[in-house]
């Protein structure tokens, strides 16, 4: 936060976190703090003075707490810990960068259109016009068993999204991608069955490195 220049960062349990939503998480610096104290808003369960008050108590939470996420919180902390924070971004950089790929060969494009604004959390996938890509969720959902995502307000309909952030690795990644295809050939698309899957193992195969705890 000091190097970044935030003095307030909130995220939800359901952000890369490997847990369901349900949690709202928020940083607040002492700047951040300070300012509350005179901020005019109104507010009362997001009052930051409820849950200082309760801390100096030493009961830690004002209002009845998700005790369940809680915990899951705390073992999907263990995990990212164990793995180590760079290792866990340089997973989904691959995983991001593999997804892209098979994209690239199933001969659909990215519906970023900048790859600086790539994502390594998430690719949306962009779907000729004579393809719903609500189809192609739902055919995921009943036929396949895997959940894609839908495309929101200006691309529902045109866009797929296939989510590769986590606690996934790349095995579970080909996995969705070899799914794809064949959901891709059901719904009429001229896919070659095997090219993304193929495409992707081309690049992971050369950028796994070895699991550091196995070495």
């Known amino acids: 936060m000091d190097e970044w220049g935030v003095d307030v ?50 009961t830690f939470w004002p209002y009845t707490p998700s005790i369940q996420l809680l915990y899951g919180l705390r073992a999907a902390l263990d ?12 997973r989904h ?43 192609i969720v739902e055919r995921a959902w009943k036929r396949y068993n895997m959940s894609l995502g839908l495309g929101l307000n ?15 690795n790349e095995l579970q990644l080909l996995g969705c991608l070899a799914g794809v295809e064949m959901i891709l050939k059901d719904v009429g698309y001229p896919v070659k069955l095997g090219s993304g899957v193929a495409a992707a193992c081309a690049y992971l195969q050369n950028n796994i490195p070895m699991i ?3 070495i």
């Open 9 to 58: 960062a909130l995220t939800g349990s359901q952000k890369a976190l490997s847990l369901p939503t349900g949690l709202g998480i928020v940083c607040a610096s002492p700047k951040a703090l300070e300012a509350s104290k005179s901020a005019k808003s109104v507010r009362v369960f997001f009052d930051w003075n409820d849950y200082l008050k309760f801390y100096k108590l030493g």
């Open 154 to 168: 200006k691309v529902a309909g045109k866009v797929f999204r296939i989510g590769h952030l986590g606690n996934l």
């Open 79 to 90: 995990l990212i810990f164990e793995e180590g924070l760079d290792n866990v971004i340089a």
């Open 212 to 214: 550091p705890s196995r």
């Open 93 to 135: 950089t691959r995983m991001g960068k593999a997804t892209r790929l098979a994209v690239e060969a199933w001969g659909l494009k990215n519906c970023t259109q900048k790859e600086e604004w790539y994502s390594d959390t998430v690719t949306a996938v962009l779907v000729p016009p004579y393809i719903d890509s609500a189809e």
